[in-house]
């Protein structure tokens, strides 16, 4: 499963001061606040591009899943 891709470049500079989004290591490690924040609409940043229903169920699976790579 490919997350990667959901996350903008937009979004993975904003997020750069608390953890990488382009970074495997970093988003495994912070997923389960990533996903509470993508479930709760306060991520990503922009609130005027929320991330579309699907795409966060897919994170949250991906999460679910174990994060594999």
């Known amino acids: 499963m490919h997350i990667q891709p959901l996350f903008t470049s937009a979004q993975r500079n904003c997020m750069i001061g608390a953890f990488d ?13 990533i996903a509470h924040s993508l479930t709760a609409k306060t991520m990503p940043a922009d609130a005027s591009k929320p991330w579309p229903d699907e795409w ?6 991906w999460v679910a899943e174990g994060c594999n790579p």
């Open 21 to 33: 989004l382009a970074k495997y290591d970093d988003v495994k490690q912070w997923s389960e606040k």
């Open 56 to 61: 966060i169920a897919l994170f949250n699976r």
